[in-house]
C-alpha cells in the first residue's frame, strides 16, 4: 500500500515461499495513526516493536540459531502463550490491529491469551474505530472465520468489548440504515446478548468442521458459513427476507452493512450470506421436523420423512405447490448454497449440532431427498422461453410485466419439468391476468 512505501520492504521467493526482507527499524507512532515515523535500530527495540512476542523471534544465518531478544518469546511459543512484548495498551495504542492480530494468532494456533490484553483491550476502542481502516478490520476477521476457530475468534471479540464495534451496521451509500437486527437484539457493548452466545458459537464451530460444505477446501465459503451460522444464532426469529431498504430498485439485506459497508467484505460475500441465510430460514420447517422425530425415538424412520417430503415436492401442484416453493429456495440458494443451507438449517434447530457429515443422517437424507425429487436442477434452472417471446405471444406491456411473466414461467418449469415450451406457453395463458395486475401495482409504487 502507498501508505506503507516509507517501510522500505522488499519481497522476494525462495523456493516457492515468499520472503519479506526488511532491515531492523524501531517506529514512532502520532495519536491519530496507525501509519509509523520509522529509524534505524538495534535487533532489541525491532523485536520490542512486534505484536506477540512469538512473532519476534529472529534466526541468525550466520550462527544458525533462533534469538530472542524479548526473553520471553521461547517460554511463551513453549507454554502456546499470546503476549505482547510491551505493555498490551502501550502496544494497542500505537497500533490498534495488534489487538485483532493477537485473536487471531490465538484461534489460529490453539494459544492462551495473556488476561492483560483482554484488560487492555476495553481501552482502545476508541482508537481501533479511529486509526484502524475498515479493510484492514475486514481482513483480519476474514482470517479469523477461515481459520482452525471461528467459533472461539468470535467469543475473543465480545471478551474483549469490541464485538459491536467489529459487526457494526454502516452506511449504505451515505444513507443512514434503520437500527440493525443484531443491535435491536442485544447485539452491543452494554447488554448481554438475550440469546444463548454458547449455543451460537457451537453452531458456528459445526458449520466450520462440516465437510458437507466444502468448508475445508473453499476459504471464502468457510467465512460465509461460519458468519452466516453466528448471525442465525443470533437472530434466530428475524425475516431474513425482508429488505433492509432499497435504493434505486436495488434491496439491501441486513447483512449487507455489516459485511459490504463495516468489514469492507467483497460484494459476492454479503450476497452469499444473505441467500445462505434465506434459504437456512426456508428449509426450517423441514428440518424441524427431523430431530422431532428423533426426540420421540422414531430417528431410524428418516426414510418416512424423507418420502413425505417427496409427496409434498410431487410434479404437477401447480405454481403454488411445495415444490414451487422448495425449487425457489433452491434457485435462491444456488448450486453451490443450497446444500450449505440444509446444513445450517439442521444445525441451527438442534443442539448440540452434530451428525451435519454423517452419510446417513439427517442432513443427507433431506439432501438425498431433494435430489430425488429433482429439485437440483432448480440451481441453475433458466427460462426456456425468452422474454420478448412471452410479451409477444401473451400480449403484454412494456416494463415490469415481461419480468414477472418470467418469474411466473420459472414456477411452472418447476411445478411441471417435464413440459414442453408449447404446454408451458398454454399454461402461462391462464396467467396473464394476474401478470397485468401484478404489474400494474408495481408501476404505480414506483
Same mark, same amino acid.
Given at each position: 500500500?502507498?501508505?506503507?512505501?516509507?517501510?522500505?520492504?522488499?519481497?522476494?521467493?525462495?523456493?516457492?515461499?515468499? #520472503?519479506?526482507?526488511?532491515?531492523?527499524?524501531?517506529?514512532?507512532?502520532?495519536?491519530?495513526?496507525?501509519?509509523?515515523?520509522?529509524?534505524?535500530?538495534?535487533?532489541?527495540?525491532?523485536?520490542?516493536?512486534?505484536?506477540?512476542?512469538?512473532?519476534?523471534?529472529?534466526?541468525?544465518?550466520?550462527?544458525?540459531?533462533?534469538?530472542?531478544?524479548?526473553?520471553?518469546?521461547?517460554?511463551?511459543?513453549?507454554?502456546?502463550?499470546?503476549?505482547?512484548?510491551?505493555?498490551?495498551?502501550?502496544?494497542?495504542?500505537?497500533?490498534?490491529?495488534?489487538?485483532?492480530?493477537?485473536?487471531?494468532?490465538? %484461534?489460529?494456533?490453539?494459544?492462551?491469551?495473556?488476561?492483560? #490484553?483482554?484488560?487492555?483491550?476495553?481501552?482502545?476502542?476508541?482508537?481501533? +474505530?479511529?486509526?484502524?481502516?475498515? +479493510?484492514?478490520?475486514?481482513?483480519?476477521?476474514?482470517?479469523?472465520?477461515?481459520?482452525?476457530?471461528?467459533?472461539?475468534?468470535?467469543?475473543?471479540?465480545?471478551?474483549?468489548?469490541?464485538?459491536?464495534?467489529?459487526?457494526?451496521?454502516?452506511?449504505?451509500?451515505?444513507?443512514?440504515?434503520?437500527?440493525?437486527?443484531?443491535?435491536?437484539?442485544?447485539?452491543?457493548?452494554?447488554?448481554?446478548?438475550?440469546?444463548?452466545?454458547?449455543?451460537?458459537?457451537?453452531?458456528?464451530?459445526?458449520?466450520?468442521?462440516?465437510?458437507?460444505?466444502? %468448508? +475445508?477446501?473453499?476459504?471464502?465459503?468457510?467465512?460465509?458459513?461460519?458468519?452466516?451460522?453466528?448471525?442465525?444464532?443470533?437472530?434466530?426469529?428475524?425475516?431474513?427476507?425482508?429488505?433492509?431498504?432499497?435504493?434505486?430498485?436495488?434491496?439491501?439485506?441486513?447483512?449487507?452493512?455489516?459485511?459490504?459497508?463495516?468489514?469492507?467484505?467483497?460484494?459476492?460475500?454479503?450476497?452469499?450470506?444473505?441467500?445462505?441465510?434465506?434459504?437456512?430460514?426456508?428449509?426450517?420447517?423441514?428440518?424441524?421436523?427431523?430431530?422431532?422425530?428423533?426426540?420421540?425415538?422414531?430417528?431410524?424412520?428418516?426414510?418416512?420423512?424423507?418420502?413425505?417430503?417427496?409427496?409434498?415436492?410431487?410434479?404437477?401442484?401447480? #405454481?403454488?405447490?411445495?415444490?414451487?416453493?422448495?425449487?425457489?429456495?433452491?434457485?435462491?440458494?444456488?448450486?453451490?448454497?443450497?446444500?450449505?443451507?440444509?446444513?445450517?438449517?439442521?444445525?441451527? %434447530?438442534?443442539?448440540?449440532?452434530?451428525?451435519?457429515?454423517?452419510?446417513?443422517?439427517?442432513?443427507?437424507?433431506?439432501?438425498?431427498?431433494?435430489?430425488?425429487?429433482?429439485?437440483?436442477?432448480?440451481?441453475?434452472?433458466?427460462?426456456? #422461453?425468452?422474454?420478448?417471446?412471452?410479451?409477444?405471444?401473451? +400480449?403484454?406491456?412494456?416494463?415490469?410485466?415481461?419480468?414477472?411473466?418470467?418469474?411466473?414461467?420459472?414456477?411452472?418449469?418447476?411445478?411441471?419439468?417435464?413440459?414442453?415450451?408449447?404446454?408451458?406457453?398454454?399454461?402461462?395463458?391462464?396467467?396473464?391476468?394476474?401478470?397485468?395486475?401484478?404489474?400494474?401495482?408495481?408501476?404505480?409504487?414506483?
Amino acid at each position: 500500500p502507498g501508505q506503507s512505501k516509507h517501510l522500505e520492504t522488499a519481497t522476494s521467493k525462495v523456493c516457492g515461499f515468499e #520472503i519479506d526482507l526488511v532491515h531492523l527499524r524501531k517506529e514512532d507512532y502520532a495519536d491519530d495513526s496507525r501509519i509509523p515515523t520509522v529509524s534505524r535500530a538495534t535487533p532489541e527495540e525491532d523485536a520490542s516493536r512486534r505484536d506477540l512476542t512469538i512473532n519476534a523471534l529472529f534466526y541468525n544465518l550466520h550462527t544458525k540459531l533462533a534469538e530472542d531478544f524479548t526473553q520471553q518469546g521461547f517460554d511463551d511459543l513453549k507454554a502456546k502463550y499470546v503476549r505482547t512484548p510491551l505493555p498490551p495498551l502501550q502496544t494497542f495504542q500505537d497500533d490498534p490491529l495488534r489487538l485483532l492480530r493477537c485473536v487471531r494468532f490465538a %484461534c489460529k494456533f490453539g494459544f492462551d491469551v495473556d488476561p492483560a #490484553i483482554v484488560a487492555a483491550a476495553q481501552e482502545v476502542r476508541g482508537d481501533l +474505530e479511529r486509526k484502524v481502516s475498515r +479493510e484492514r478490520v475486514g481482513i483480519e476477521v476474514g482470517k479469523m472465520f477461515e481459520g482452525p476457530c471461528p467459533d472461539r475468534a468470535a467469543d475473543l471479540l465480545m471478551e474483549c468489548g469490541v464485538r459491536d464495534l467489529i459487526f457494526a451496521q454502516q452506511k449504505v451509500n451515505k444513507k443512514k440504515v434503520p437500527e440493525g437486527p443484531l443491535q435491536s437484539l442485544g447485539w452491543t457493548q452494554d447488554v448481554a446478548c438475550p440469546r444463548d452466545w454458547g449455543l451460537s458459537l457451537r453452531r458456528v464451530r459445526a458449520m466450520a468442521q462440516c465437510s458437507t460444505c466444502r %468448508c +475445508e477446501t473453499d476459504r471464502e465459503m468457510r467465512q460465509v458459513l461460519c458468519m452466516a451460522a453466528l448471525f442465525y444464532g443470533v437472530a434466530p426469529d428475524l425475516d431474513f427476507t425482508a429488505p433492509l431498504l432499497v435504493q434505486n430498485e436495488v434491496m439491501h439485506s441486513w447483512v449487507d452493512p455489516i459485511t459490504t459497508h463495516s468489514l469492507k467484505l467483497p460484494n459476492r460475500f454479503a450476497t452469499a450470506c444473505a441467500q445462505l441465510l434465506v434459504a437456512a430460514k426456508n428449509y426450517g420447517p423441514l428440518m424441524q421436523s427431523v430431530p422431532a422425530a428423533e426426540a420421540e425415538g422414531v430417528a431410524a424412520d428418516l426414510q418416512g420423512i424423507a418420502q413425505q417430503l417427496l409427496q409434498h415436492v410431487a410434479p404437477d401442484k401447480g #405454481i403454488d405447490s411445495g415444490r414451487v416453493k422448495f425449487g425457489e429456495w433452491m434457485r435462491f440458494a444456488g448450486p453451490v448454497l443450497w446444500r450449505a443451507a440444509v446444513c445450517l438449517s439442521y444445525c441451527c %434447530c438442534t443442539d448440540p449440532p452434530t451428525a451435519l457429515d454423517d452419510p446417513k443422517g439427517p442432513v443427507a437424507v433431506c439432501s438425498m431427498t431433494l435430489e430425488q425429487a429433482g429439485l437440483v436442477v432448480c440451481t441453475e434452472m433458466k427460462p426456456l #422461453i425468452r422474454g420478448d417471446q412471452l410479451q409477444k405471444s401473451l +400480449e403484454l406491456p412494456k416494463g415490469p410485466s415481461v419480468g414477472i411473466a418470467t418469474q411466473c414461467l420459472l414456477r411452472l418449469q418447476m411445478a411441471h419439468p417435464t413440459y414442453s415450451e408449447e404446454q408451458l406457453m398454454h399454461c402461462m395463458s391462464a396467467h396473464v391476468a394476474d401478470i397485468k395486475a401484478e404489474a400494474a401495482v408495481k408501476r404505480s409504487k414506483s
